[in-house]
Nanobody
Framework: QVQLVESGGGLVQPGGSLRLSCAAS????????AAWYRQAPGKQRELVAR???????NYADSVKGRFTISTDNAKNTVYLQMNNLKPEDTAVYYC?????????WGQGTQVTVSP
């Protein structure tokens, strides 16, 4: 059973930065890649960034140029570096990976961007 554990959320002022981390219980990211999603209050969960096992990346238009997804396969960890944060980035951020059988999700970490 794969477990994903996120960390790194918190309260930050507009224009600030945070780095989220997600540690997996096994070497799943090197096989299936990883993604970060977020869900703001009253809104649907949305894809923020994705990285494939070959390190190709794609981003939501709203975060392009500000967020960077990366993996450290030796540590079974995926990161989301978030720069120039805006109030509209406030949400619970979830780590995700998908095998042919199912999705795996972390418990989520709260990011709040406020003066």
């Amino acid at each position: 059973q794969v477990q994903l554990v996120e960390s790194g959320g918190g309260l930050v002022q507009p224009g600030g930065s945070l780095r989220l981390s997600c540690a997996a219980s096994g070497s799943i990211f090197s096989t299936y890649g990883a993604a970060w999603y977020r869900q703001a209050p009253g809104k649907q969960r949305e894809l923020v960034a994705r990285i494939t096992r070959s390190a190709s990346t794609n981003y939501a238009d709203s975060v392009k140029g500000r967020f960077t997804i990366s993996t450290d396969n030796a540590k079974n960890t995926v990161y989301l570096q978030m720069n120039n944060l805006k109030p509209e980035d406030t949400a619970v951020y979830y780590c995700n990976t998908q095998t042919p059988i199912r999705h795996y999700w972390g418990q989520g970490t709260q990011v709040t961007v406020s003066p």
